[in-house]
Each structure stands twice: as structure tokens, then as C-alpha cells.
């Protein structure tokens, strides 16, 4: 396992580290332990939604950037901005509109380390002479001997690990990551913080999509930008029309609230979940938890962090939310195979695959048989 620090096992020697700093605690003593450990280090803060406002929440607002900025000062680095805002508009926030178009569930956070921070944003590190990143992710590194190879853990923190929003990156990006926080639990982080005296450091974390304000919400951010339509719920069992939902594009498969009452499955007081999406037919098939489960789970754009890639029938542990349970499985071509039957995730979610607290790689749900 990775030692405590910003190395984890990487090198021992003093490197370049452009530190992603969002404004947040966990950036701000990421950027801290990356100088503790000697490294030559500078700060960035990627403006990403060209809509931020201090006031809109999320991670990407001004009053962030200008914390970021103060820590900066603060640790004695140098600070940049770098602007994305197109790319992440083009890679993150129109993919996000386009998938909920079609009735599926995407998770734009992971589809921003794919494309922004693990891909743009270093590549311009890297471009600009940096040897390694560090973000405030809580997840760990270490390196395999005598492989060399990077295997990415689970943080300390199970309530703060983020290996599953991480678990899309090659060793290509790893080898060029660090992870400061992820042998630290959020308390540690934060003590850390008031310990150097980190503006920061009672900071709350952020939880809302930087992209959509509390104002305005999913609902009216998806509003203005596609147009929702009325649908219908079908009883799986009868294939009969039961009841209505507002706008079949805010349905995941899986969703139990919103779908209305007395949609009378059969048996008293039994509880109803989206099974299926069909935006073209305006249709949603409901039914009960047991109609939800699924012994074979589908992945599309299938990606291994783990090189060579593990083979077929491995047994492994499939996680398809970021901190939902993690369930025995064995790998097969094109998804997984649950050793027992579990809940389907909804098309457009990533699973993440580990090997105990290893990541393994992950894919996007595809459509489970029923």
C-alpha cells in the first residue's frame, strides 16, 4: 500500500507538480504536502462553465477561483487560471443534455476527469514541462514492483473515496497523477488545514454540478436546453398504461419517487420503480425491486485502468454508483456477470470494477436484459 504523502510511491525525487486547485479543502492540502514533500510546485484552477457565479454553486465559481488564488498566496506559489469552458461544453455539458435526450442516466463528473482534468489539463501540464499532476481527489497510487506499474486504490475515507469517478484513467494518465489526500480521512484533511492555517479549511464540499445552479435546478437546466415531453407508465406485468409522468427524459431506471401513486401493481402497497425509458414511444415500463434485478450487466466503452487487461470469467467486485455497494461479479466480453442477481444500473451510468480496494477499470451500462 501507497505510504502516507504526496508520493504514494512514486518517485522519490523532487519533481514538477502542477497542482489542480479548485478552491476547495482538499486541493488547497494537496497543493500544501506536494511543497511539504519538497516538490517544486504551481498552482492552476480551470474556469470550466462560462455561467459560474458566486453565487451559482458547484466547484467552478469566482468566489472558488479567488479561494484557490488566496491559497496560492498563502503556500507562496504561483497561480493560473486556465480557461476550458469550451471543451467542457463541448465534452461534458452538451453529452450530458444529448444522454438525457435519449432517456439515460450520465454522470458528467466522471466525464469531466476524462476529458478535462485527466486529458486536457495535462496534457498542457505536461506540454509546459510539469512531470505529474496532483488533484484532492481521495484515492491512492501505488506503484507495483517490479512491473512498475500504477495501481489505483480506493481512498482511507470510504466516505469521501473517489476511485469510482476516477476509475476511468490508463496507466498512461497514472503514471503522471498524484493523490495527496487519499491516505487521509476528511477530518485528517481538514486539521491539516487548520494546522498551516489554510483559508479553506472549514470550508464545506462542494456537492451540486458545477454547471446547474440551485436556482434553476436539473429540471430547468435540461427545460432550456431540450424539449421534455409527458409520457406514459405501463405496468410491466399487463403492459396497461397505469399512470403519467411529466417528462420522460428526467426517469432513471431505478427511480422509485416522482412516479405517482396509485399505480396498483397487484398487491397492496407495493412499491413501484422505472425499469425501462423509452423516450420514442413516450413510454416508461414500471415494476417491482424483483423486476429490477439482472444476473448480466452490459458495458459499453469498456476501459482498464489495470494493464494487461484482466480475462475473462476473473472474478471481481462491480460498484455502479459512487458509493453504492460493491457486488461479486466476474468479468466477461462486454460486462459483467453478478454471482447473484442484482439491481441493474441505468443505462449511461458508469460501473466501476475493483479487485478488493484495486480499480480495475470501468464501462457505461447498457440496457440490462430483462
Known sequence: M??????????????????????????????AMCLEAGHEVVGATMKLWGGASSSSGGCCSVADVEDARRVADQLGIAHYVFNFTR??????????????????????????????????????AITLGYDAVATGHHARLARE?????????????????QSYVL??????QLRHCLFPVGEMNKAEVRQHAVDIGLRTAHKPDSLDLCFVSSAVGRDGFLADRIDLHPGDLVDARTDQVIGAVSAVEMVTVGQRRGL???????????????????????????????????????????????????????RALAQASAHGPALDCSIEPGGVRYL????????????????????????IAAPAPA
Open 2 to 31: 501507497p505510504g502516507r504523502g504526496a508520493e504514494g510511491r512514486r518517485p522519490a525525487e523532487a519533481v514538477k507538480v502542477l497542482v489542480a486547485m479548485s478552491g476547495g479543502v482538499d486541493s488547497s492540502v494537496a497543493a
Open 87 to 124: 471543451e467542457f461544453n463541448d465534452w461534458v455539458v452538451d453529452p450530458y443534455v444529448m444522454e438525457h435526450s435519449r432517456g439515460r442516466t450520465p454522470n458528467p463528473c466522471i466525464e469531466c476527469n476524462r476529458r478535462i482534468k485527466f486529458d486536457r489539463f495535462l496534457d498542457r
Open 145 to 161: 514492483v517490479p512491473s512498475g506499474r500504477c495501481l489505483l486504490l480506493r481512498g482511507k475515507d470510504p466516505l469521501k473515496d
Open 167 to 172: 476509475a476511468v484513467l490508463a496507466q498512461r
Open 260 to 314: 405517482g401513486r396509485g399505480l396498483g401493481l397487484g398487491r397492496e402497497g407495493e412499491r413501484r420503480y422505472a425499469l425501462e425509458v423509452d423516450v420514442a414511444s413516450r413510454r416508461v415500463r414500471v415494476g417491482s425491486s424483483e423486476d429490477l434485478l439482472t444476473e448480466i450487466q452490459p458495458l459499453d466503452n469498456l476501459c482498464w485502468t489495470s494493464e494487461p487487461p484482466p480475462a475473462p470469467g476473473t
Open 340 to 363: 447473484k442477481p442484482a439491481r441493474r444500473a441505468a443505462p449511461g451510468q458508469t460501473v466501476a470494477i475493483y479487485d478488493g480496494d484495486i480499480v480495475l477499470g470501468s464501462g
